[in-house]
């Protein structure tokens, strides 16, 4: 007698940020990574018997995508080129998709020959995402796809390019579709671009309970969902806990998410989970010549030589020890935050991957010396705040045997050394014999110490104006103006028109190691 089992298979990428071709654009060298890599397993599905499902921050953080949003009336978004060739069903869209602005954003989804879903997202002009949940038939079986997306995007994006738009629990609105609709289907498949707050199994905290993340909460108190699909925290995940399975496939094209359902006669599921790895495949040298034209034109413009550093002093050997000495790239990156803002200090941090620049410096060492795609806020902020502001900032470093180490806290569950700021404009000195909250022995202001109720004015990124990386006491400073221009940009401009330069470290940040003055 033939088998009535259905087979089903669920495909799914996550924060592939725009790597579509396997390069690592700093060097320029071939890496195992990407969509164009991961592709090549994609391809080999039947669309009769599969779902094909993008979880966002699709659409930025490569030089590829850095250069199409500078040239988007030229050629076609290079993502959109990839997913429709690939025939994806649906894109839930991530935080960073917003960073490039609404009109980037909807002119990505126009092309875009897939359906967005995004149930906690209230599009109140109903511009970005029409449809929240999607009910459909495959294989005879009846599923429930949800798309949601962290709510914590109003914390970190810049206010206009989420106009309109009010972001909802994603815990409360699955449970109120999952409600009305668990008893007409066969599969619940949550797909939610976030990560997660607590050790699925230990129940153990990994991060704060922001509101950030939230893949816990949704495992814990929606016991029908089936399936959970993450992201956001670029973890690497796979797990299969009662019944459901919770997936998050890396970064960056590292990872694609498999999972093969099995139903029998009875209704009974089974539900197999795996990932692939980019290095297990080969590149799909088919799908990326699609995009060779605005690679050319990439290339090209990576490659241009805008400057030089005559005293070759910012090339980065070491990103770590850049961060606990204060690297002259830092002192760079915070001179052009004051010229540009005319603000008293200026904050910045480095990326966890940074290159700096060697003697000639082109478009591409600034795009992989500054990764994000951040604009500058100016605030105004008191001692007091400036004082809670650096004590987290002093959380950065331990002691170990009396030699200053990095807070592993920074580096597991996620890897976030770019939540250490660096300032200029200011001297401080960090006592690390001190417990955290006690570290800030000092804060001067044009040699005089700052007092808690002085006020400056502090220019900083978007992301951590609106308190991004749980710095809670920037939140609600009083801001002073925006400015709408990408660092990066702001950068280039900068090199372009001066040419030549000449960056003196300014050695404002001291870090006692041991019992002595300040
Ligand atoms: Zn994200």
Not at 26 to 38: E, F, M, S, V, W
Not at 318 to 345: C, T, Y
């Amino acid at each position: 007698m033939p088998s009535l089992a259905k087979q089903l298979r669920i495909i799914f990428t996550s924060d592939v940020h725009g790597w579509l071709l396997p390069i690592d654009y700093a060097t320029n060298q071939q890496t195992k990574r990407g969509l164009g890599i991961l592709s090549s397993a994609i391809k080999k599905r039947d669309p009769k018997s599969s779902i094909l499902i993008d979880l966002g921050d699709t659409i930025q953080g490569s030089p590829l995508m850095y250069y199409h949003h500078l040239h988007r009336k030229i050629f076609a978004n290079p993502v959109a080129v990839f997913m429709n060739r690939l025939r994806y069903d649906y894109f839930i869209p991530g935080n960073h998709d917003f960073n490039y602005g609404r009109t980037y954003l909807k002119d990505f989804l126009k092309q875009l020959d897939v359906m967005p879903l995004c149930a906690n997202i209230e599009d109140q002009h109903g511009l970005l995402v029409k449809k929240g949940y999607d009910i459909i038939r495959k294989q005879g079986c009846k599923i429930l796809i949800i798309g949601l997306t962290t709510k914590y995007i109003p914390n970190w994006e810049n206010p206009k390019n989420i106009r309109g738009l009010v972001f909802n629990d994603p815990v409360l609105e699955a449970k109120k579709i999952i409600d009305k609709h668990k008893d007409e289907v066969d599969l619940i498949i949550v797909a939610y671009h976030g990560g997660l707050e607590k050790d699925l199994q230990t129940r153990e905290k990994f991060v704060e309970d922001t509101g950030e993340n939230q893949g816990f909460k949704l495992f814990d108190s929606i016991p029908e969902i089936d399936i959970l699909l993450t992201g956001h925290q670029h973890r690497i995940i796979c797990e299969q806990l009662s019944d459901t399975v919770v997936l998050m496939p890396g970064s960056n094209g590292s990872h694609l998410g498999i999972i093969d359902i099995t139903i029998d006669e009875h209704g009974g599921k089974q539900i197999k989970p795996s990932l692939i790895a980019a290095e297990e495949l080969e590149p799909d040298l088919e799908l990326m010549a699609q995009i060779n034209d605005i690679e050319r034109a990439n290339q090209a413009f990576l490659d241009e030589v805008i400057g030089f550093v005559p005293d070759n002093n910012l090339f980065i050997e070491d990103p770590q020890k850049a961060r606990i000495e204060k690297h002259p790239i830092v002192d760079f990156i915070n001179d052009i935050q004051l010229e540009a803002s005319g603000a008293m200090v200026s904050a910045t941090s480095l990326a966890n991957a940074v290159t700096g620049f060697r003697h000639q410096i082109t478009v591409r060492n600034v795009l992989s010396t500054y990764v994000f795609a951040n604009t500058l806020t100016v605030v105004q902020i008191d001692g007091l705040h400036l004082k809670a502001y650096l004590e987290k900032c002093a959380t950065y470093f331990i002691l170990e045997d009396g030699e200053v180490i990095v807070n592993p806290s920074y580096s597991y569950p996620k890897l976030e050394h770019y939540n250490y700021d660096m300032l200029d404009g200011i001297d401080y000195c960090f006592d690390l014999t001190q417990p955290f909250g006690s570290r800030v022995v000092s804060i001067k202001y044009q040699g005089q110490e700052v007092l808690p109720t002085q006020t400056l004015t502090l220019v900083l990124n978007n992301y951590r104006a609106t308190g991004g990386g749980d710095f809670e006491m920037l939140k609600n400073l009083p801001v002073i103006r925006e400015i709408p221009f990408n660092v990066a940009e702001l950068m280039i401009d900068y090199i372009r028109k001066h040419k030549t330069l000449r960056v003196k470290a300014k050695h404002n940040i001291k870090l006692i190691t041991k019992k002595e003055d300040c």
